[in-house]
């Protein structure tokens, strides 16, 4: 039986930008960074408070992968804001969304009371959104 999860995968357009995102602006560790093909590499990064999760920032190139076509669709479908990747979540949504908007984290939705708490929408650097929630307890 399957019995948990250890990397989950976000498409990225750049690495280095992407590295900088989300290290620099979220806060992310860096668990694993090493060259993985000509011009890739396997970068995994890890929430602060959950070293056990490996979000692999995952790029879309040709070659082994992906074929031109798939790379040419997968890019446009990113930059367009298509993919919803995660929901990641803070002790004090206010604090945190001013916090990374001072960073320059573009929001597609401000902090919103919702049944299960607040959340805001985000941006990364390559045009994946995700939820950032604070969760009633």
Not at 130 to 137: E, K, M, T, V
Request: glycine share 6%.
């Amino acid at each position: 039986m399957i019995t948990r999860i250890t990397h989950t995968s976000v498409y990225v357009l750049n690495q280095d930008s992407a590295y900088d995102f989300y290290v620099n602006k979220l806060g992310f560790k860096v668990h694993t960074d090493v060259p993985m093909g000509k011009d890739a590499r396997w970068l995994t990064v890890t929430p602060p408070e959950q070293p056990e999760l490996e979000i692999t920032l995952f790029l879309i190139i040709e070659g082994s992968m992906f074929d031109k076509e798939t790379v040419q669709t997968m890019t446009s479908l990113i930059r367009k804001g298509t993919f919803g990747a995660a929901v990641f979540t803070c002790k004090d949504l206010l604090a945190t969304y001013e916090e990374l908007k001072s960073k320059g984290v573009v929001f597609k939705k401000p902090p919103t009371k919702e049944f299960y708490g607040y959340e805001a929408l985000f941006l990364d650097d390559s045009g994946n959104w995700f939820s950032l929630a604070q969760i009633n307890s």
